[in-house]
């Protein structure tokens, strides 16, 4: 079965540094893009960057270049998501989703069962 | 960049109704739309991919149409388990952006 696993849930104060990560298993991990997805608070999918771990090949959306860096090792068949000075404002509940390489397979699928963040002093 | 509109943003129905959620794109996007449904504190599941074509295992009361810039979501005969928030989301051209989502609650 295809799967992606995501670490648990984080608490932590404005300025910390923060880490999450997303396990692919059940499939070859190099072959498929690997999407990290935020949601706030009862709002809506906000898709914020990919990462293709067969070459680290990464695209930001624009909105959130700057703001976190994604990366993945692949001996671990694993992404991760990456701040350097949380915000308030980054609490949401952050999903990865994978979409498999072949042009032709448009979809995201399966996706992870999310990572609660909440940032607060 | 490509933006999604959904409509209606809420939506109330009964068990046994059919329903029709309408995704627009500010440009023409093929037939490169998903649509994915979501519960609350769950993550999102793929149920259309290519506007149409019915993911594996998901009932066949579920069904998408449309190509270019609109595109719908029906869902006959509405079942309890159907109550929850509907996105679309374009593939064509990154970033792929979402539709700001339909929630569909019991009337």
């Known amino acids: 079965e295809v799967q992606l696993v995501q670490s648990g849930a984080e608490v932590k104060k404005p300025g910390e540094s923060l880490k999450i990560s997303c396990k692919g298993l059940?499939?070859?991990?190099?072959?498929?893009?690997i999407a990290w997805v935020r949601q706030q608070p009862g709002k809506g999918l906000e898709l914020m960057g990919m990462i293709y771990p067969a070459d680290s090949d990464i695209r930001y959306n624009p909105s959130f270049q700057g703001q976190v860096t994604i990366s993945a090792d692949r001996s671990l068949s694993t992404a991760y998501l990456q701040w350097t000075s949380l915000k308030a404002s980054d609490t949401a509940m952050y999903f990865c989703?994978?979409?498999?390489?072949?042009?032709?397979?448009?979809?995201?699928?399966?996706w992870g069962q999310g990572t609660p963040v909440t940032v607060s002093s | 960049d490509i933006q999604l509109t959904q409509s209606p943003s809420l939506l109330s129905a009964s068990v046994g109704d059919r329903v029709t959620i309408t995704c627009r794109a500010s440009?023409?996007?093929?037939?490169?739309l998903a649509w994915y449904q979501q519960k609350p504190g769950k993550a999102p599941k793929l149920l259309i991919y290519?506007?149409?074509t019915l993911h594996s295992g998901v009932p066949s009361r579920f069904s998408g149409s449309g190509s270019g810039t609109e595109f719908t979501l029906t869902i006959n005969s509405l079942q309890p388990e159907d109550f929850a928030t509907y996105y679309c989301q374009h593939l064509t051209g990154y970033p792929f952006t979402f539709g700001p989502g339909t929630e569909l609650d019991v009337k």
């Open positions: 290519d506007a149409s």
């Open positions: 059940g499939y070859t991990f190099t072959r498929s893009w």
């Open positions: 440009q023409g996007i093929s037939s490169y």
């Open positions: 989703a994978r979409k498999d390489s072949s042009g032709y397979k448009n979809w995201f699928d399966p």
